[in-house]
């Protein structure tokens, strides 16, 4: 099995930062990439942000400039660095990653639960 859990979600007024964390554990051969999604209610979820092993990110035009992805692959980890929130990013933020978990084996998307971030005055 693997396991994705994420945290850092919550509650913050217009122009504040959060940082969200997502840590991916059990049966990993390997991680080819790991992202960020947001769904916000009424709406599809979307990519926010990507990093692949190899460093190569690529954001949505939304947060560009804002938002900040990063990981840690010893600690088969990702973080978001959440600048100068709006009201528009309030969303549900889900965790993804592309894990290979044999060798030889095609890797497959796995989803973490999500977390709930607010920006509210």
């Known amino acids: 099995q693997v396991q994705l859990v994420e945290s850092g979600g919550g509650l913050v007024q217009p122009g504040e930062s959060l940082r969200l964390s997502c840590a991916a554990s059990g049966s990993i051969f390997s991680i080819n990439a790991m992202g960020w999604y947001r769904q916000a209610p009424g709406k599809q979820r979307e990519m926010v942000a990507r990093i692949t092993s190899g460093g190569t990110t690529n954001y949505a035009d939304s947060v560009k400039g804002r938002f900040t992805i990063s990981g840690d692959n010893a600690k088969n980890t990702v973080y978001l660095q959440m600048n100068s929130l709006k009201p528009e990013d309030t969303a549900v933020y889900y965790c993804?990653?592309?894990?290979?978990?044999?060798?030889?084996?095609?890797?497959?998307?796995?989803w973490g639960q999500g977390t709930q971030v607010t920006v509210s005055s």
């Open positions: 993804n990653g592309q894990i290979q978990r044999w060798p030889g084996i095609t890797g497959r998307d796995y």
